[in-house]
């Protein structure tokens, strides 16, 4: 007899699971600004050099790190949002799989700084390639800033797989956006190679879109709003005559969360039938708040994919309520009309 199989090093492991989560930069972004959601911060920043091939930094004022947790942090697994597998059903965080910090700090070098608010000093922690280089004790403000720099530096398939920086920084502008969206309680600002892009302040979610996408962005908007049992659907559908050829703003949250669902997708296109001209789509902004137990989204890693239990109650509340809302305000369906 010969045994052959081996547990895995953490290292070896942790660079195998960052294959997953980071795919490209704003695979970073999305994570880092998530856990500052789950710090309960309200200022966060974002600061990018070179479309995050340098350097991806958020700085937040959440509730900061204990020492040891700044440590354990970076362990795969080891999280502080769920305990048990029931957990996952209630779950009222971003995160839940212990698995990002691990992930990033596999394949990058990450700085983080951390203070809780009771504490004098707080602790900062250079890792590189999961190995720790350094642990100090450090003055710093209240809240976490955790700097990713030279991404893929140890993968350099990866890293010469990365697409133009305009490329990059669309998708990372695009996460922003995303966040950014789902929160209009908090506020948010990015700079890029040392200039701001965009500043935040809190608001609602109507004056949330117009200082993202522009002040004629607000004439466009018809409110949907619509409270049943099963869900509460709130937000914004674009009007037809605004609708384009390209698939352009079109944001779909369950539960705070960006959300893709071609099925869910088709629901909101199908509420428009009718009123837009042939290949045009319609841009949305729509939240959907359901009970926790009724959606599964660890289904895949980056969490952009949910399970619904019941999607066809979904699909027929979703183009009922923005059917409504056009209805509401006189967008009467043209061409139906006419046939
Ligand atoms: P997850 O978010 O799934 O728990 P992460 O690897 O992203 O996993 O983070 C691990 C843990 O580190 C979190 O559970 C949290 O306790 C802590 N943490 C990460 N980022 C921050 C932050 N910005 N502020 C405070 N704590 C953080
Ligand atoms: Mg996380």
């Not at 704003?26 to 200022?43: C, F, M, P, R």
């Not at 190995?131 to 976490?144: A, F």
């Amino acid at each position: 007899m010969s045994d052959i199989i081996q547990l895995l090093p953490d290292h070896v492991a942790n660079q195998i699971a960052a294959g997953e989560v980071v795919q490209r930069p704003a695979s970073v972004v999305k994570e880092l600004l998530e856990n500052a959601i789950d710090a309960g911060a309200t200022t966060i920043k974002l600061i990018i050099k070179d479309a995050g091939k340098t350097l991806i930094q958020v700085i937040d004022d959440g509730k900061g790190m204990s020492t040891t947790d700044a440590r354990l942090s970076f362990e795969r697994h080891a999280t502080s949002k769920i305990r048990t597998a029931d957990d996952l059903f209630q779950l009222h965080t971003k995160g839940f799989r212990g698995e990002a910090l691990a992930s990033i700090a596999a394949i990058a070098h990450v700085e983080l700084k951390t203070k809780q608010e009771q504490d004098d000093v707080g602790n900062t922690i250079v890792i590189e390639g999961s190995n720790v280089v350094s642990q100090e004790v450090v003055v710093t403000p209240k809240g976490t800033s955790i700097a990713v720099k030279n991404l893929f530096f140890n993968i350099p398939a990866r890293r010469n797989f990365l697409k133009s920086n305009t490329v990059e920084l669309r998708h990372i502008i695009d996460e922003f956006h995303r966040v950014a969206l789902a929160h209009p309680n908090l506020s948010f600002a990015m700079y890029n190679n040392g200039s701001e892009t965009f500043n935040l302040p809190i608001s609602n979610y109507r004056q949330r879109i117009v200082n993202i996408f522009g002040t004629k962005t607000n004439e466009k908007l018809v409110p949907v709003d619509e409270d049943t049992e099963v869900l509460k659907i709130s937000g914004f559908v674009g009007k037809p005559e605004y609708a384009k050829k390209t698939r352009g703003e079109q944001y779909f949250f369950v539960n705070d969360r960006f959300i893709k669902s071609a099925y869910l997708n088709h629901a909101i296109a199908s509420a428009f039938d009718g009123l837009l001209k042939n290949g045009t789509h319609p841009s949305y902004f729509l939240n959907l708040k359901v009970d926790p137990q009724t959606i599964d989204i660890n289904i895949h890693p980056t969490k952009t994919e949910i399970k619904f239990d019941d999607e066809h109650t979904l699909y027929a509340l979703l183009r009922s309520a923005v059917k409504h809302s056009l209805g509401q305000f006189n967008i009467a369906p043209v061409l139906d009309f006419e046939r």
